[in-house]
């Protein structure tokens, strides 16, 4: 599949920011605003002015990762990498438990999920990795290496547990593998290794928490026998499904969601928030924010695409992976076709650090040459 | 950090393309599923939604009334004020002002504790009003009312309870009305009925549930997800249950209960032609208010524990050997077995059986007698011989024909069954190992009502009726109809026939006139009533040898027209004649109205 787009692949150095990343990103940002504050409208809190406060913080965030030249990470990547494994062990030590899963850390009154942070840890330390070695990427050694480098975060997230944020770092270690070269057979075979493990795993009992294996068997019945369980773990979702149709064609209007007035998805704010989208603003509106999403992948692809140095190619094909499962991963739960996993929707969904994260991974990848 | 011979152009291969192709797969997927949630299911998800989410929530019917016979009050209804919580504001109120429970739990005389359990049970109720106490005096429903910033989370609502007008005289046979146990809860919903707050509990209250419940209204609410009323749907209005009219004569029953006042006893008077029970009385009996708000556990055990055992019914739930009554059970075998009872025999004082003899001492010795004074006489030994010609099968079929050794079919459930002996009974108990088959001695005192033989009073009376009838009784009730309160239909009871016995009129007259003469110049001379000619019969069943015989009498009037039958027990009192025939000569005085017939010739 070797094929030359010569004209949309031309390099220039520029000083300025991708316009059209930006501001998909401002409008993904503006549409998450609008959403959150209309859930608050029926749940009487105040998460949209929270949520503002983070975007102008975040576009401070977006500002400094721009500015700080890759090569600084790049030269910090051991202290980075101590750094990562440092919070995800924190949060195992002093985190709270919400659900089942403990995933926060309170500082002051403000709760902070370290493995937001990792997901930018984990792309800029494996990127290092990666592009010391440029010479040698075919090689079963980097190869094996590079497995051993996430394996510890993989490990730390299995045990809070937050099977889904543990699954989106291996996305991002096979993607960046693809991306330094690691030859697509190997790669093939690690999918091959790694579905097997997940099927042992999920066959001996008691290796995960109840509720998740509700959510698996819930998926399973779904998509072998069709059935749903409408009462229980599929519940959420099926409350989600039931407001995006309600929306229709041209949706109720904005502030006007029944469902959402009703308050039948719990925390629609957050993960679930595409369903405020779908049931307020239709089958257009929801269109509209796909193709955002797309426009938004897409300039992140061609800025990684559209670059000499190694080190930016892989971190913005490691954020690209981390940015894209997240979506792919929430929007597959939130229409019902994909399990109940705690993924946020990038840039939509309630939440300081996840914005934050998602801002400082624009940031690094449109960085100016 | 750069290569030094990397290409101008990154080639445009599947490494490079392999994520942005999956993310687009992604999306043609969402796009998809998009468009066959909001477009193809879109009008059915939303037609489906309008008809959920929204709950009910019950207002009380109120009860049906119960009237007598003659539309004196019996039951009705009152609206009782209730205190009424809501849970969801007072845990709220509770996190900021904890002693607030406290102090509402003192004021109406429980605790804290019981009021979040009362309203926790139902956890869908977590935002409706619900009950934590009924009936609680107006000067305290008042503090709610008129300071209700002081109590958030509380209200007063006023619901439709059960009112007696008399609580004594028909405690039995109302029954009462509490909250639905679990068995009760079952059974109205296997009958396909969604129980009421507050149910029929015993009594026709039970029996009659179905027309006294009426349709409870409601309120209907929109929820939210977590079952909080967000709008207001409207209400449907209760509507409320069917009036019973009942057979009784209250009047009659008040009397009845007054001359049994001091006994234990029971009196059944009902209309034979139609089976309309006039009235239905037991004592000891005791007041049905202790059931008003639940009844607690040490009265409860007060009533079970009392000597008297008041919570007993005698008339329907009781079972007595019937002594000489049963004479008129022997008689009707006699003649189906064919005996002519043209017959006269002369009593020596005893009956031979084998070689036992069989006592008789309500007649001097060495009297000659024939059918219709042996039953003025109520002589042992000829109707012991009558039973002896007959045999036991033609005894059996008798008891059967007039509606004994089963329950009689009354509508007040709990009825008891009384006992005749079976020849199943009979190869059990040899089984078990009983010493003796059946001998004729058995049969023998079988007809003169005694042995292994027990009926109720209310079977008695239907006897009384059979003959009353000439052959024919009807299944006992005690509610003649039931009214629509809307429509003010009166639906009927149904008449059903009890028992039949073919007979030949000169046998029932012949029967009527011995018993006529029972009460003119036989065992039942003090149920005389001046002016009025009526049949009767006594017994005096023994039971315990320390102990006085049971006193029975039962009869019908007037002889030729009967408008009454009557049966009167009184347990070890002595003889029939004496105890029990004054008592049923005053009720039927006063039902044929008889004693008033004085001032009725004054009066215009």
Same mark, same amino acid.
């Given at each position: 599949? =070797?094929?030359d787009?010569? /004209?949309?692949?031309?390099r220039?150095? %520029?000083?300025?920011a991708?316009w059209w990343?930006?501001g998909?990103?401002?409008?993904?940002?503006?549409?998450?605003?609008?959403?959150? *504050?209309s859930?608050?409208?029926?749940?009487?809190?105040?998460n949209?002015?929270?949520?503002?406060?983070f975007a102008?913080l975040?576009i401070?965030?977006?500002?400094v990762?721009?500015?700080?030249?890759?090569?600084?990470w790049?030269?910090a990547?051991?202290?980075?990498?101590?750094?990562?494994?440092?919070l995800?062990?924190?949060v195992?030590l002093?985190?709270?438990?919400?659900?089942?899963?403990?995933?926060?850390?309170?500082?002051?009154?403000?709760?902070f =999920?370290p493995?937001? &942070?990792t997901m930018?840890?984990?792309?800029?330390? +494996?990127?290092?990795?990666f592009? %010391?070695? /440029?010479?040698?990427?075919?090689?079963?050694?980097?190869?094996?290496?590079?497995f051993?480098?996430?394996?510890p975060?993989?490990?730390? &997230?299995?045990l809070?547990?937050h099977?889904?944020?543990?699954?989106?770092?291996?996305?991002?270690?096979?993607?960046?593998?693809?991306?330094? !070269? #690691?030859p697509?057979?190997?790669? !093939?075979?690690?999918?091959?290794?790694l &579905?097997?493990?997940?099927g042992?795993?999920?066959?001996?009992?008691?290796?995960?928490?109840?509720?998740?294996m509700d959510?698996i068997?819930?998926?399973?019945n779904k998509? #072998?026998?069709g059935?749903?369980?409408?009462?229980?773990?599929?519940?959420?979702?099926a =409350?989600s499904?039931?407001?995006?149709s309600?929306?229709g064609?041209?949706?109720?209007?904005?502030g006007?969601?029944? =469902?959402?007035?009703?308050?039948?998805?719990?925390?629609?704010h957050?993960?679930?928030?595409f369903?405020?989208i779908?049931?307020?603003?239709? +089958?257009?509106?929801?269109?509209?924010?796909?193709?955002?999403?797309?426009?938004?992948?897409? %300039?992140?692809?061609y800025?990684?695409? *559209?670059?000499r140095?190694?080190m930016?190619?892989?971190?913005?094909?490691?954020?690209l992976a981390? +940015?894209?499962?997240?979506?792919v #991963?929430?929007?597959?739960?939130?229409? *019902?076709?994909?399990?109940?996993?705690g +993924?946020w929707?990038?840039?939509?969904?309630?939440?300081?650090?996840a &914005?934050?994260?998602c801002?400082?991974? #624009?940031?690094l990848?449109?960085?100016?040459n | 950090?750069?290569?030094?011979?990397?290409?101008?152009?990154?080639?445009?291969?599947?490494?490079q393309?392999a994520?942005p192709?999956?993310v687009?797969?992604?999306?043609?997927?969402?796009?998809?599923?998009?468009?066959?949630?909001q477009?193809?299911?879109?009008a059915?998800?939303?037609?489906?939604?309008?008809?959920?989410a929204?709950?009910s929530?019950?207002?009380?019917a109120?009860?049906?009334?119960?009237?007598?016979?003659?539309?004196?009050p019996?039951?009705?209804v009152?609206e009782?004020?209730?205190?009424?919580?809501?849970?969801?504001?007072?845990k709220?109120?509770?996190?900021?002002?904890?002693?607030r429970?406290?102090?509402?739990?003192?004021?109406?005389?429980?605790?804290?504790e019981?009021?979040?359990?009362?309203?926790?049970?139902?956890?869908?109720?977590?935002?409706?009003?619900?009950?934590v106490?009924?009936?609680?005096?107006v000067?305290l429903?008042?503090?709610?009312?008129?300071?209700?910033e002081?109590?958030?989370?509380?209200?007063?609502r006023?619901?439709?309870m059960?009112?007696?007008?008399?609580t004594?005289?028909?405690?039995?046979?109302?029954?009462?009305?509490?909250?639905?146990?679990?068995?009760?809860?079952e059974?109205l919903?296997?009958?396909?009925?969604?129980?009421?707050?507050?149910?029929?509990?015993?009594?026709?209250?039970?029996?009659?549930?179905?027309?006294?419940m009426?349709?409870?209204g409601?309120?209907k609410?929109a929820?939210?997800?977590r079952r909080?009323?967000?709008?207001?749907?409207?209400?449907d209005?209760p509507?409320?249950?069917?009036?019973?009219?009942?057979?009784?004569?209250l009047?009659?029953?008040?009397?009845?209960?007054?001359?049994?006042?001091?006994k234990?006893?029971?009196?059944?008077?009902?209309?034979?032609?139609?089976?309309?029970?006039?009235?239905?009385?037991?004592?000891?009996?005791?007041d049905?208010?202790?059931?008003?708000?639940?009844?607690?556990?040490?009265a409860?055990?007060?009533l079970?524990?009392?000597?008297?055992?008041?919570?007993?019914?005698?008339?329907?739930?009781?079972s007595?050997?019937?002594?000489?009554?049963?004479?008129?059970?022997?008689?009707?075998a006699?003649l189906?077995?064919?005996?002519?009872?043209?017959?006269?025999?002369?009593?020596?004082?005893y009956?031979?059986?084998g070689?036992?003899?069989?006592?008789?001492?309500?007649?001097?010795?060495?009297?000659?007698l024939?059918?219709?004074?042996?039953?003025?006489?109520?002589c042992?030994?000829?109707?012991?011989?009558?039973a002896?010609?007959a045999?036991?099968?033609a005894?059996?079929?008798?008891?059967?024909d007039?509606?004994?050794?089963?329950?009689?079919?009354?509508?007040?459930p709990?009825?008891?069954?009384?006992?005749?002996t079976?020849q199943?009974w009979l190869?059990r108990?040899v089984a078990?190992g009983?010493?003796?088959?059946?001998y004729?001695?058995d049969t023998?005192?079988m007809?003169?009502?005694?042995?292994e033989l027990?009926?109720?009073?209310?079977?008695m009376?239907?006897?009384?009726?059979?003959?009353?009838?000439?052959?024919?009784?009807y299944k006992p009730?005690?509610?003649?109809?039931?009214?629509?309160?809307v429509?003010?239909?009166?639906?009927?009871?149904e008449q059903?026939?009890?028992?039949?016995?073919?007979?030949?009129?000169?046998?029932?007259?012949?029967?009527?006139?011995?018993?006529?003469?029972?009460?003119?110049s036989?065992t039942?001379?003090?149920?005389?009533?001046?002016?009025?000619?009526?049949?009767?019969k006594t017994?005096?069943a023994?039971?315990?040898?320390?102990?006085?015989?049971?006193?029975?009498?039962?009869?019908?009037?007037?002889?030729?027209?009967?408008?009454?039958?009557?049966?009167?027990?009184v347990?070890?009192a002595g003889?029939g004649?004496?105890v029990?025939?004054?008592?049923?000569k005053q009720?039927?005085?006063?039902?044929?109205?008889?004693?008033?017939?004085?001032?009725?010739?004054t009066?215009p």
């Open positions: 599949m =070797q094929a787009f010569g /004209t949309i692949a031309k220039e150095p %520029r000083r300025t991708d990343f930006f998909a990103t401002l409008a993904l940002v503006m549409v998450g605003l609008m959403a959150i *504050n859930v608050d409208q029926a749940t009487g809190q105040h949209a002015a929270k949520q503002g406060m102008a975040g401070g965030v977006w500002f990762f721009r500015k700080i030249p890759l090569s600084l790049q030269w990547a051991n202290g980075l990498y101590v750094l990562n494994l440092g995800l062990s924190s195992l002093f985190g709270h438990v919400v659900k089942g899963a403990k995933r926060w850390i309170l500082v002051g009154s403000f709760q =999920q493995s937001d &942070l930018i840890l984990v792309v800029l330390t +494996l990127a290092a990795f592009a %010391r070695r /440029t010479e040698e990427t075919g090689s079963w050694k980097t190869y094996g290496l590079s051993l480098h996430v394996l975060s993989v490990f730390l &997230l299995l809070q547990p099977y889904g944020r543990a699954a989106c770092v291996l996305a991002i270690w096979l993607v960046m593998a693809l991306y330094a !070269g #690691v697509w057979k190997t790669i !093939g075979a690690s999918i091959a290794c &579905l097997a493990l997940v042992f795993a999920l066959f001996t009992p008691g290796l995960f928490k109840g509720y998740h959510r068997s819930e998926l399973f998509v #072998v026998h059935t749903s369980d409408t009462q229980g773990t599929g519940w959420q979702a =409350q499904v039931k407001a995006i309600m929306g064609l041209v949706g109720t209007g904005y006007r969601g029944e =469902q959402k007035a009703g308050r039948f998805i719990p925390e629609q957050n993960d679930f928030v369903s405020v779908g049931e307020e603003l239709g +089958l257009i509106g929801s269109l509209l924010v796909l193709a955002v999403f797309l426009t938004f992948f897409f %300039r992140m692809w800025l990684g695409y *559209n670059t140095d190694p930016r190619r892989l971190v913005t094909g490691g954020l981390f +940015l894209s499962f997240h979506t #991963v929430n929007l597959s739960m939130v229409l *019902n076709i994909g399990p109940v996993i +993924l929707l990038p840039f939509v969904s309630n939440g300081g650090t &914005l934050m994260t801002m400082a991974a #624009v940031g990848a449109d960085q100016p | 950090m750069s290569v030094i011979h990397a290409p101008e152009q990154t080639p445009l291969d599947a490494r393309l994520v192709v999956a687009l797969v992604a999306f043609a997927g969402f796009a998809a599923k998009l468009w066959s949630l477009v193809i299911q879109s059915d998800v939303v037609e489906r939604a309008s008809k959920t929204v709950v929530d019950s207002r009380l109120p009860r049906g009334r119960i009237v007598d016979r003659a539309d004196r019996i039951a009705d009152r009782e004020l209730v205190v009424v919580g809501k849970l969801s504001v007072i709220a109120d509770m996190r900021k002002n904890p002693e429970i406290e102090e509402v739990a003192t004021l109406l005389g429980t605790t804290k019981a009021i979040l359990k009362k309203l926790a049970q139902d956890q869908t109720r977590r935002d409706l009003w619900t009950p106490i009924v009936g609680v005096p000067e429903a008042s503090k709610f009312v008129e300071a209700p002081r109590f958030p989370g509380f209200d007063v006023s619901t439709p059960r009112k007696y007008w008399d004594t005289s028909l405690a039995h046979v109302l029954g009462y009305v509490w909250t639905p146990n679990d068995k009760v809860d059974s919903r296997e009958q396909g009925i969604t129980p009421a707050d507050y149910v029929g509990r015993a009594g026709i209250e039970q029996q009659y549930e179905v027309d006294l009426g349709t409870p409601n309120e609410f929820v939210d997800a909080r009323p967000i709008r207001y749907m409207g209400s209005e509507v409320p249950g069917k009036k019973l009219v009942l057979s009784i004569d009047e009659l029953q008040r009397m009845a209960n007054s001359l049994l006042e001091g234990r006893g029971a009196v059944v008077a009902m209309i034979p032609s139609t089976g309309e029970v006039l009235a239905l009385a037991s004592t000891p009996n005791y049905a208010k202790v059931w008003q708000g639940g009844i607690g556990k040490d409860y055990q007060a079970l524990d009392d000597p008297g055992k008041p919570l007993f019914d005698r008339a329907f739930q009781a007595y050997a019937p002594g000489s009554t049963f004479k008129i059970i022997t008689s009707i006699a189906r077995a064919g005996i002519s009872l043209d017959h006269s025999i002369t009593c020596p004082g009956l031979t059986v070689r036992r003899h069989m006592k008789c001492e309500n007649h001097g010795a060495g009297v000659t024939d059918f219709r004074e042996a039953l003025t006489k109520s042992n030994s000829y109707f012991g011989d009558l002896r010609k045999g036991i099968d005894m059996r079929q008798a008891c059967r007039a509606g004994l050794g089963s329950p009689t079919g009354l509508d007040v709990g009825e008891g069954s009384g006992f005749v079976s199943e190869e108990m078990k009983r010493k003796n088959g059946w004729e001695g023998v005192n007809g003169i009502g005694q042995g027990a009926v109720s009073p209310l079977q009376a239907e006897v009384a009726s059979l003959v009353a009838n000439r052959g024919v009784n009730r005690v509610v003649k109809a039931s009214v629509d309160p429509t003010g239909k009166s639906t009927p009871t059903q026939q009890l028992g039949k016995v073919d007979a030949p009129d000169w046998f029932w007259d012949r029967l009527r006139s011995a018993m006529v003469n029972v009460v003119e036989g039942a001379r003090a149920a005389q009533v001046p002016g009025l000619t009526w049949a009767g017994g005096s023994e039971n315990d040898p320390r102990k006085l015989t049971h006193a029975w009498f039962v009869g019908f009037a007037p002889a030729n027209d009967p408008k009454i039958a009557i049966c009167v027990l347990e070890n003889h004649g004496d029990s025939a004054p008592i049923a009720i039927v005085s006063h039902y044929l109205g008889l004693d008033k017939s004085a001032n009725a010739a009066n």
